[in-house]
């Protein structure tokens, strides 16, 4: 429910639809954009996603609401949604 | 049915003690438990009264504006165990009442994730005084302005409310706004009717001073992938969280009826479904209340996510 504690809770916000489907689109869709910063996101056993960078590092990821501040830790750099390269990348 | 809690808020001195005890005693207020944070001049008369402190709870991992008021999880779980002993009344609403200096967000994540409170009580309306006299000139005050579904201007007998009035329309369009003399306000103007719809409003999108908040709002005729919104979403307050003071949608995602988006700072209600649309008029509209974002990197970023859905699916 919250951005940077969702993790705390039961359910994020904006995973509550789709079932497994949605969460195999969601991943798909997640690493369009984490491709970008050179990370890879993969989901292990349908419960928790695996977040990984081009050195091998790799941490542990229960949902979107801790997974963005996960990635800036891995990447080194602030991750915004407004930076043009990102946007026209998509 | 969950009861309804009505946060009030406003700067120290902005009249939100004597707005509660007009309130209190108004005949249709109905029985109200009040949970104030100092024993101040409200009137209780039949009501409940309880106080609680200040302090707060932080959660490991947790950012400060998601702190969980303990507190006041704890006083709205003993209401509901006086009630069910016969100790209290039965009550149809509870109103809390901040500290002048209060940032209203952990209060509103309390009610949304503490256990028993999550589930007994819903946040009805957060309802922000602003005096008229010395306005907005603080940023606690700019907040809790940003954050408000009802706007109380108070002290409009001291001064000339139109700046007041015309700062709040651009900082917070989609919400009304009531003027007030030593509390006069009746409870139908602050808890009855919903927002204005807030694709009838006109924003005024005149450059942006330095550092001034202000609403922005984005339409979209296509609809929205929930998915791609989302993650959009959840990036983008981590990314410029401490600049989104407010977010609230109606989004077009493809069903039958749109869906109700509301947040505030980072915290974000659970999306509601309305099981149709209010009109004919089927686009996405998002009202952002932030300083320092342009409306334009917003639709450019969220087109380009809403794209990237095209060949990102799962079949």
């Known amino acids: 429910m919250c951005v940077l504690c969702g993790v705390l809770l039961n359910e994020h916000w904006a995973e509550q639809e789709g079932g497994r489907r949605g969460r195999v689109f969601r991943v798909r869709l997640l690493n369009r954009v984490l491709a970008f910063y050179g990370l890879r996101l993969d989901d292990w056993g349908g419960r928790i996603w695996v977040l990984r960078d081009p050195k091998g590092r790799s941490v542990v990821v229960t949902d979107l609401g801790s997974l963005w501040a996960k990635a800036e830790e891995l990447a080194g750099r602030r991750l915004d949604p407004l930076d043009p390269e990102l946007v026209a990348s998509l | 049915m969950k009861i309804p809690v009505v946060l009030v808020t406003g700067f120290l001195g902005s009249g939100k003690t004597t707005l509660l005890s007009r309130l209190l005693a108004h005949p249709d207020m109905g029985e109200t438990a009040v949970i104030v944070n100092e024993l101040g001049e409200v009137g209780i008369d039949h009501h409940l009264l309880r106080r609680v ?25 003993d209401l509901l165990a006086r009630r069910d002993s016969g100790e209290i009344p039965t009550f149809e609403r509870v109103v809390v009442e901040t500290t002048g200096l209060a940032n209203p967000t952990p209060i509103v994540y309390t009610l949304l994730s503490a256990p028993v409170v999550k589930h007994q009580y819903r946040l009805e309306a957060v309802v922000t005084t602003i005096d008229a006299q010395h306005g907005l000139r603080h940023d606690e005050s700019v907040s809790q302005a940003a954050v408000a579904d009802r706007l109380v201007v108070t002290k409009t007998d001291l001064a000339d409310p139109a700046p007041v009035l015309a700062r709040l329309r651009r900082l917070n369009p989609a919400v009304p706004i009531v003027e007030s003399v030593f509390g006069d306000v009746s409870p139908s103007a602050l808890f009855d009717g919903g927002e204005r719809d807030p694709r009838d409003l006109v924003y005024d999108d005149s450059p942006a001073h330095e550092h001034e908040v202000r609403a922005l709002c984005l339409t979209f005729d296509e609809p929205l992938d929930w998915t791609a919104f989302g993650i959009w979403l959840t990036m983008l307050l981590q990314a410029r969280g401490e600049d989104v003071l407010r977010v609230k949608g109606l989004l077009n995602v493809g069903t039958a009826g749109p869906l109700v988006l509301n947040g505030v700072q980072h915290v974000v209600h659970p999306p509601e479904h309305l099981p149709e649309w209010p009109d004919d008029d089927r686009r996405s509209l998002i009202v952002f209340i932030g300083r320092g974002i342009e409306q334009q990197a917003l639709e450019r970023s969220l087109a380009a996510f809403n794209r990237a859905t095209v060949g990102s699916d799962a079949s």
């Open chain 2, 53 to 77: 402190d200040e302090r707060t709870v932080l959660l490991p991992s947790g950012c400060v504006c998601c702190a969980l008021r303990g507190d006041l999880a704890n006083e709205l779980r």
